[in-house]
């Protein structure tokens, strides 16, 4: 953790969340379930919603837009936009690029990275690399999902999850010690089918068929998701502390990916460390794929809960099976 050496520090933070809410309440007009069993098997109570005709890259430019304010930089300071979504506005091209031309971003290079819960770490990853290396100095990493436009309304086991939102951070190029200390990512493709949409893919594109099916929205084994989820999230935890060189005693604040807070703190007894070192506010949004760490990262931040010097464990589960864990001195 000496100083000297080239790494990435956090130096700005922004997130938006679509207006719209849907409560438990709402839910038990829609499908046969109840406040009571959502609250007590998930801690959600409400998630946000992005309007129709709006699209993934419509909230992260309101996050972008805030954390490059925080960051006190232009768009025109960045030299890479790196986002994960599995949310995409369009098959094609990337969000990233829908992105980079709202912010008015140019000289650039921009892409997607496709990790379901586990992309903003990836895409974090990613851009950590290339300052890392010194090919970048400047890079904004987007967390953006709206998987309320994958879910079947009429799916108890699934709908009642997720919501949709977007977080960012700008990184930057620094030598004072501080900054991104280590990052691991890890995938397990066997899983790919216990959570994941079926249709709309090229194995098969979306006709009237899938439609009618409901094969375009999300199909998963919670169960499975939920017993492998605690496990990998606390091991990959332990490698990237060791990786940094930081026992977990020495950890302030840890983010998690918002899921259900059976999760969380199952994941915070294997670890060893308290509930209130553990950000939660799920309760608000739900699951934002993608979208949830830096959004807690980002409240977290407003609330005065990361203060300098500190150091904070992010970590995250989802769909591939995909997982990643990293530890950050502010
Ligand atoms: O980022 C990764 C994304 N995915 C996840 O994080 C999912 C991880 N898994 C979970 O969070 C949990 O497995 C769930 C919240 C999805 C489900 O909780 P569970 O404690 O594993 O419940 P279960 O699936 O075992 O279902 C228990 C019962 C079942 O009824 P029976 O078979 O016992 O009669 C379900 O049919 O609850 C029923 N059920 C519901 N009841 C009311 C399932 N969904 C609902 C619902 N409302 N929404």
Redesign the pocket.
Known sequence: MSGGQRRSVVLGTGSELPSKIITNHDLEKM????DE??TV??GIKERRILEEGKGNADMAFHAATRALDDANLDATDLDAIIMGTVTADYPFPSSACVLEDMLGARGVFSFDVGA??SGFLNALSVADSFIRLGKIRNALVVGSDALSRLLNWQD??TC??FGDGAGAVVLGASENGNGILSTKLRTDGSYAKT?YVPAGGSVKPANRKTVERNEHTIT?N??E??KI?VRSMEDISREALEEAGVSIDEVSLVIP?Q??R??IVALAERLGISMDKVMVNLDKYG?T?AASIPVALDEAKRQGRIQKGNVVLLNA???GFAWGAAVIKF
């Open positions: 499908v046969e379930t109840s069993w959502i098997r998930t379901a819960c108890r086991t009642i999850l959570l998963m919670g169960k998701v939920f989820a990916h899921a259900n059976r999760i699951n794929s589960f989802g769909a």
